[in-house]
């Protein structure tokens, strides 16, 4: 009997015999099989940043080239059409043509030979000249080396893991460690990634999942709102919650590891397609509740992910092949704006005790992200003591042993340069790399130790919990399904046990619908509305008239376009890998209906961006109040919607929305009626072309809702929940506003895209304060329904000032030992008569030849001890940056009449003239910078008594009062005099005080 693959993998008993015809797929598991299948690249060597075991890349056709190659395929098996006969004739005239230019050359053969052979070694040299200019890199990676990779176990909390950890890897094989660092490749399992199992020691495979707001390609779970709209609430508790019932979820389904929270796009550029995904455009704001998304998510005992590590700001050519270059791009990032900008948010996620974190496609000073020694050795392992293991994005890992030296500890979803062709870059390949010394043994050790030690970190052990992998696939909806499905194997089993894991998360994402919904202008207090029609005229109904296709649900369904890769209907979610299946949608016009008291009020909708308004001027003119719905939408750049590929072309509303705001606006009651428009976008949208209009009374930005749209949206129309969201980013008035670093690279500026984030820190907020540029809406501005004072500023020092933290203490615990002996070649080869699947990616040699022990180049500075940081020392950095040296307070209080929350803000301004200590070079910063916000529920009412008041404090870290010295490569709190101001957004900060 011989031994099968999934014995190795196992987790799925085999339920039926092969069968012949596969389970109908995903429409975008298909659409990957589709763009990623052999006939669509042609051969063309990829680069390998460190030449380590590199193989080959090929080159995908783009999707424009693919259009043009489907079109005039069309053109030609148009047989009897005019363009068919047409081109038949013309043809038949061109060969009677040629016959005769041949008969007139036949003479001179000799030369017309000579000519050709020079036209052809002509057009070779150059093709060969060309490609190798196509193909060639930037000489040297600008990032500097950082080796050997940080060992760990080295903090206290993770103590006992890391023990338990060791005893079970001290006991696995070669074969085995490798087995658990590797994926088994796209579409091998069920989930999006899949590692390999130790079955032998009752070690699992570990399933990885999307993703940031709910569960990828799984059946009956919430799709909560996304992280652009978890950032508008600025409530810490929701943000808790929602990544606790998220994982909740997860675990119930079986998910080891959830691909989120993402804090990276941080949102350099308004336009980037993915920065929905995330919190909004400030370090501390995506921090804050990236942190506290994860304790939600791990709360629960699964592994949240940090993603995407890092400078991943834009779509286009994050990736290698994808956008047509050989390589991504490259974010150029300098020390000081990666520490205070790009990397505060995982600092603080680390600090939060995250598992996990995903180093991202993109390349960062010329240096892949997933084979950056600075990045992932350097910042990540040592700097902020991350104790879990670095997994690659799907593909982001371009060299072998490169990455692994650099500090990448897991190969998802294990494929190698391509998708799905079985050629990993680890796997065998890195089983080879260990018994032949070109990966230290110690190196494996500490891979395997990292992702074993998250294991016991979240109490996966425990088996009455965690008992038997995922219950779902995420490749076909039906209950029996192929086990194997990117493989050759025909088994089938199992799949869909359609656990039902919602609870009442409804509610959950229904608050932080609400909450993320952004009130930016209510002119004559016409929000919030009344059910009944506030008023009637004559005695006759109130007439509300309903505008726009993002009003209703897609007609054909919400989930009707892959992974929600279009613009139909009412926009809830973005579009890529951080979507999921809505369980339902409630679309804003079914709940508004159903809002409506139709007694006295008349509704009447019209869900098309192109209402009749010439024909039927009365749709309009007839309307007390019309409610507009308009939208912007971008996703993940490996699909294109509308012309958008990824990051969004520019930041006006889309699908006409624009025209149909002034038209509704301009008609509504033959210019007597309110305009209420509604806005569900992916970030800012600008609003000039119809903000001013007299007839917008009322905007209500709501972002990406989720599933409990329409009746978030209810909840704040009318009042019930008053509104409290605030912008996680800045309104412009035009793009250009946003100063040059905010512009998306829409083509290729070099072989190498480059991209140089020359504005360093003066991002959004921050650069409309530098240059004093009036926003049309500022970070942080909201409105509510009730008034809120802020007064009694308060300083009090906790803690002297001074320039460096405390000096980097000894590790207090020491990381696992193991035996560096590396094993006999022939103990990695698989059992005889194991059964391999095609294209699985098992960790097994098929040979002992082709390992030979000696000494292989290494990259440069590999051979030097790179200093440890003295920023480092625990999670999130050297502890003493979390001390305490201010806490601020201020007196709330409540002046309408109705309960309502505020979101109080704390922004630091540093003190003017700063020099360096060790440099003596003047350091600039931004006139003011978020540090700390809280959201305070205070009740109003018209006498002002003491419950009306709230005591707001926030506390101050080292951390909050340093910038990132590189001359010193520390945090430096300048001893000057700092200005705190406190108030409700980041231009309206009525308090200041001094420290
Ligand atoms: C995305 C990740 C995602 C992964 C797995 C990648 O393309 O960039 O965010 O987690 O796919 O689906």
């Given at each position: 009997?011989?031994?099968?693959?999934?014995?190795?993998?196992?987790?799925?008993?085999?339920?039926?015999?092969?069968?012949?015809?596969?389970?109908?797929?995903?429409?975008?598991?298909?659409?990957?099989?589709?763009?990623?299948?052999?006939?669509?690249?042609?051969?063309?060597?990829?680069?390998?940043?460190?030449?380590?075991?590199?193989?080959?890349?090929?080159?995908?056709?783009?999707?424009?080239?693919?259009?043009?190659?489907?079109?005039?395929?069309?053109?030609?098996?148009?047989?009897?059409?005019?363009?068919?006969?047409?081109?038949?004739?013309?043809?038949?005239?061109?060969?009677?043509?040629?016959?005769?230019?041949?008969?007139?050359?036949?003479?001179?053969?000799?030369?017309?030979?000579?000519?050709?052979?020079?036209?052809?070694?002509?057009?070779?040299?150059?093709?060969?000249?060309?490609?190798?200019?196509?193909?060639?890199?930037?000489?040297?990676?600008?990032?500097?080396?950082?080796?050997?990779?940080?060992?760990?176990?080295?903090?206290?909390?993770?103590?006992?893991?890391?023990?338990?950890?060791?005893?079970?890897?001290?006991?696995?094989?070669?074969?085995?460690?490798?087995?658990?660092?590797?994926?088994?490749?796209?579409?091998?399992?069920?989930?999006?990634?899949?590692?390999?199992?130790?079955?032998?020691?009752?070690?699992?495979?570990?399933?990885?999942?999307?993703?940031?707001?709910?569960?990828?390609?799984?059946?009956?779970?919430?799709?909560?709102?996304?992280?652009?709209?978890?950032?508008?609430?600025?409530?810490?508790?929701?943000?808790?919650?929602?990544?606790?019932?998220?994982?909740?979820?997860?675990?119930?389904?079986?998910?080891?590891?959830?691909?989120?929270?993402?804090?990276?796009?941080?949102?350099?550029?308004?336009?980037?397609?993915?920065?929905?995904?995330?919190?909004?455009?400030?370090?501390?704001?995506?921090?804050?509740?990236?942190?506290?998304?994860?304790?939600?998510?791990?709360?629960?005992?699964?592994?949240?992910?940090?993603?995407?590590?890092?400078?991943?700001?834009?779509?286009?050519?994050?990736?290698?092949?994808?956008?047509?270059?050989?390589?991504?791009?490259?974010?150029?990032?300098?020390?000081?704006?990666?520490?205070?900008?790009?990397?505060?948010?995982?600092?603080?996620?680390?600090?939060?005790?995250?598992?996990?974190?995903?180093?991202?496609?993109?390349?960062?000073?010329?240096?892949?992200?997933?084979?950056?020694?600075?990045?992932?050795?350097?910042?990540?392992?040592?700097?902020?003591?991350?104790?879990?293991?670095?997994?690659?994005?799907?593909?982001?890992?371009?060299?072998?042993?490169?990455?692994?030296?650099?500090?990448?500890?897991?190969?998802?979803?294990?494929?190698?340069?391509?998708?799905?062709?079985?050629?990993?870059?680890?796997?065998?390949q890195l089983t080879k790399a260990v018994l032949n010394s070109s990966v230290p043994?110690?190196?494996?050790?500490?891979?395997?130790?990292?992702?074993?030690?998250?294991?016991?970190?979240?109490?996966?052990?425990?088996?009455?919990?965690?008992?038997?992998?995922?219950?779902?696939?995420?490749?076909?909806?039906?209950?029996?399904?192929?086990?194997?499905?990117?493989?050759?194997?025909?088994?089938?089993?199992?799949?869909?046990?359609?656990?039902?894991?919602?609870?009442?998360?409804?509610?959950?994402?229904?608050?932080?619908?609400?909450?993320?919904?952004?009130?930016?202008?209510?002119?004559?207090?016409?929000?919030?509305?009344?059910?009944?029609?506030?008023?009637?005229?004559?005695?006759?109904?109130?007439?509300?008239?309903?505008?726009?296709?993002?009003?209703?649900?897609?007609?054909?369904?919400?989930?009707?376009?892959?992974?929600?890769?279009?613009?139909?209907?009412?926009?809830?979610?973005?579009?890529?890998?951080?979507?999921?299946?809505?369980?339902?949608?409630?679309?804003?016009?079914?709940?508004?209906?159903?809002?409506?008291?139709?007694?006295?009020?008349?509704?009447?909708?019209?869900?098309?961006?192109?209402?009749?308004?010439?024909?039927?001027?009365?749709?309009?003119?007839?309307?007390?109040?019309?409610?507009?719905?308009?939208?912007?939408?971008?996703?993940?750049?490996?699909?294109?919607?509308?012309?958008?590929?990824?990051?969004?072309?520019?930041?006006?509303?889309?699908?006409?929305?624009?025209?149909?705001?002034?038209?509704?606006?301009?008609?509504?009651?033959?210019?007597?009626?309110?305009?209420?428009?509604?806005?569900?976008?992916?970030?800012?949208?600008?609003?000039?072309?119809?903000?001013?209009?007299?007839?917008?009374?009322?905007?209500?930005?709501?972002?990406?809702?989720?599933?409990?749209?329409?009746?978030?949206?209810?909840?704040?129309?009318?009042?019930?929940k008053n509104p409290s969201g605030k912008l996680p980013y800045t309104i412009a008035?035009?793009?250009?506003?946003?100063?040059?670093?905010?512009?998306?690279?829409?083509?290729?500026?070099?072989?190498?895209?480059?991209?140089?984030?020359?504005?360093?820190?003066?991002?959004?907020?921050?650069?409309?304060?530098?240059?004093?540029?009036?926003?049309?809406?500022?970070?942080?501005?909201?409105?509510?329904?009730?008034?809120?004072?802020?007064?009694?500023?308060?300083?009090?020092?906790?803690?002297?000032?001074?320039?460096?933290?405390?000096?980097?203490?000894?590790?207090?615990?020491?990381?696992?030992?193991?035996?560096?002996?590396?094993?006999?070649?022939?103990?990695?080869?698989?059992?005889?008569?194991?059964?391999?699947?095609?294209?699985?990616?098992?960790?097994?040699?098929?040979?002992?030849?082709?390992?030979?022990?000696?000494?292989?180049?290494?990259?440069?500075?590999?051979?030097?001890?790179?200093?440890?940081?003295?920023?480092?020392?625990?999670?999130?950095?050297?502890?003493?940056?979390?001390?305490?040296?201010?806490?601020?307070?201020?007196?709330?209080?409540?002046?309408?009449?109705?309960?309502?929350?505020?979101?109080?803000?704390?922004?630091?301004?540093?003190?003017?003239?700063?020099?360096?200590?060790?440099?003596?070079?003047?350091?600039?910063?931004?006139?003011?910078?978020?540090?700390?916000?809280?959201?305070?529920?205070?009740?109003?009412?018209?006498?002002?008594?003491?419950?009306?008041?709230?005591?707001?404090?926030?506390?101050?870290?080292?951390?909050?009062?340093?910038?990132?010295?590189?001359?010193?490569?520390?945090?430096?709190?300048?001893?000057?005099?700092?200005?705190?101001?406190?108030?409700?957004?980041?231009?309206?900060?009525?308090?200041?005080?001094?420290?």
């Open positions: 009997m011989p031994n099968e693959s999934y014995e190795l993998r196992g987790k799925y008993s085999k339920l039926t015999p092969d069968r012949d015809k596969s389970p109908p797929l995903r429409p975008s598991l298909e659409a990957a099989y589709r763009s990623s299948s052999e006939e669509e690249f042609s051969d063309i060597d990829e680069f390998d940043p460190l030449n380590y075991d590199g193989g080959s890349g090929k080159r995908r056709r783009t999707p424009s080239s693919r259009r043009a190659a489907a079109e005039s395929t069309a053109y030609k098996d148009a047989p009897d059409s005019r363009a068919g006969v047409t081109r038949l004739f013309s043809n038949e005239k061109q060969a009677v043509a040629r016959s005769r230019l041949r008969r007139w050359l036949v003479p001179s053969r000799l030369c017309c030979f000579m000519v050709l052979l020079f036209t052809g070694a002509l057009v070779l040299l150059l093709s060969v000249g060309g490609l190798w200019v196509y193909k060639s890199a930037p000489e040297d990676g600008q990032s500097p080396p950082w080796y050997p990779s940080p060992r760990g176990g080295t903090v206290k909390s993770w103590e006992d893991s890391y023990k338990k950890a060791a005893a079970l890897v001290k006991q696995m094989t070669l074969v085995e460690k490798v087995n658990v660092t590797t994926g088994v490749g796209w579409a091998m399992e069920m989930c999006v990634g899949n590692t390999g199992a130790v079955d032998r020691l009752g070690f699992p495979s570990l399933c990885l999942q999307d993703g940031p707001l709910g569960i990828r390609f799984a059946d009956n779970v919430s799709a909560f709102p996304a992280g652009v709209t978890v950032g508008a609430t600025w409530n810490k508790d929701l943000m808790y919650r929602r990544g606790r019932a998220h994982a909740d979820e997860a675990r119930m389904k079986g998910i080891n590891v959830l691909l989120g929270p993402s804090m990276g796009p941080l949102g350099r550029m308004p336009a980037g397609g993915r920065n929905w995904e995330g919190f909004g455009a400030d370090p501390v704001l995506q921090g804050v509740a990236a942190a506290q998304t994860i304790r939600g998510i791990q709360d629960a005992g699964v592994i949240a992910t940090a993603k995407h590590y890092i400078g991943n700001e834009q779509e286009h050519f994050r990736q290698s092949w994808e956008w047509g270059t050989p390589n991504a791009i490259s974010s150029n990032i300098d020390d000081r704006t990666l520490h205070e900008l790009y990397a505060w948010p995982f600092a603080d996620s680390i600090r939060a005790g995250v598992a996990s974190v995903m180093c991202s496609y993109n390349q960062v000073n010329d240096s892949y992200a997933c084979g950056n020694s600075k990045l992932l050795n350097g910042i990540l392992k040592d700097e902020l003591g991350f104790q879990g293991f670095v997994q690659s994005d799907w593909l982001a890992q371009r060299s072998g042993v490169g990455s692994a030296l650099a500090g990448l500890d897991m190969s998802m979803p294990g494929d190698g340069l391509k998708w799905t062709d079985g050629k990993s870059l680890w796997g065998a043994m110690e190196r494996l050790n500490d891979m395997t130790t990292r992702i074993v030690a998250a294991w016991y970190q979240l109490g996966q052990d425990n088996r009455t919990v965690w008992d038997g992998g995922p219950n779902f696939s995420s490749w076909t909806n039906d209950e029996v399904g192929l086990l194997h499905p990117g493989s050759d194997d025909k088994s089938t089993g199992i799949v869909n046990k359609f656990v039902n894991p919602q609870g009442g998360h409804g509610s959950i994402a229904r608050d932080v619908a609400a909450e993320g919904t952004v009130l930016v202008k209510n002119e004559g207090d016409i929000l919030p509305l009344s059910r009944n029609g506030s008023a009637t005229k004559n005695g006759s109904k109130y007439r509300v008239g309903i505008f726009g296709d993002d009003s209703r649900t897609n007609p054909n369904g919400p989930n009707s376009c892959a992974d929600r890769g279009c613009n139909i209907g009412t926009l809830a979610m973005g579009w890529g890998s951080g979507a999921v299946e809505f369980p339902y949608l409630v679309a804003p016009l079914d709940a508004l209906r159903e809002a409506f008291d139709t007694d006295s009020v008349y509704v009447t909708d019209f869900p098309t961006n192109t209402p009749p308004i010439k024909k039927s001027p009365e749709i309009l003119m007839d309307q007390d109040l019309c409610l507009v719905f308009v939208n912007s939408d971008a996703g993940e750049g490996f699909i294109a919607a509308d012309g958008i590929r990824g990051d969004r072309n520019d930041l006006y509303l889309q699908k006409g929305g624009d025209k149909l705001v002034q038209d509704v606006a301009n008609g509504c009651g033959n210019g007597t009626g309110s305009t209420v428009v509604v806005v569900h976008a992916v970030g800012p949208v600008i609003l000039e072309k119809w903000i001013d209009l007299s007839g917008v009374k009322a905007v209500l930005l709501a972002h990406l809702p989720g599933q409990e749209s329409g009746n978030a949206l209810v909840d704040i129309l009318f009042g019930d008035k035009r793009a250009e506003d946003y100063g040059e670093g905010s512009k998306i690279l829409y083509y290729p500026n070099g072989v190498v895209p480059q991209q140089n984030f020359t504005e360093g820190v003066y991002i959004d907020y921050r650069h409309f304060d530098r240059y004093n540029i009036t926003p049309r809406y500022e970070f942080g501005f909201g409105l509510s329904y009730t008034k809120f004072h802020l007064s009694s500023l308060f300083v009090h020092q906790t803690k002297a000032k001074t320039p460096l933290p405390s000096t980097r203490a000894d590790a207090v615990v020491a990381p696992p030992d193991f035996d560096k002996t590396i094993p006999a070649p022939e103990s990695a080869l698989a059992p005889p008569g194991f059964r391999k699947l095609k294209k699985y990616i098992y960790p097994y040699i098929s040979s002992t030849s082709d390992v030979t022990v000696g000494r292989y180049p290494y990259p440069s500075g590999y051979s030097v001890n790179a200093p440890l940081s003295p920023a480092g020392g625990d999670q999130g950095g050297n502890p003493s940056l979390y001390d305490i040296h201010a806490t601020v307070q201020a007196t709330l209080t409540n002046i309408g009449d109705r309960d309502g929350a505020a979101v109080v803000q704390l922004y630091v301004q540093f003190p003017p003239n700063t020099t360096d200590t060790a440099s003596g070079a003047p350091v600039a910063f931004p006139p003011r910078v978020l540090r700390a916000f809280d959201k305070f529920a205070v009740p109003g009412g018209l006498d002002k008594t003491a419950g009306k008041r709230k005591k707001v404090a926030f506390e101050v870290t080292r951390r909050d009062l340093s910038y990132w010295s590189s001359a010193q490569q520390n945090w430096v709190m300048p001893t000057g005099t700092f200005t705190f101001w406190m108030g409700f957004s980041s231009r309206d900060l009525p308090l200041t005080g001094k420290f």
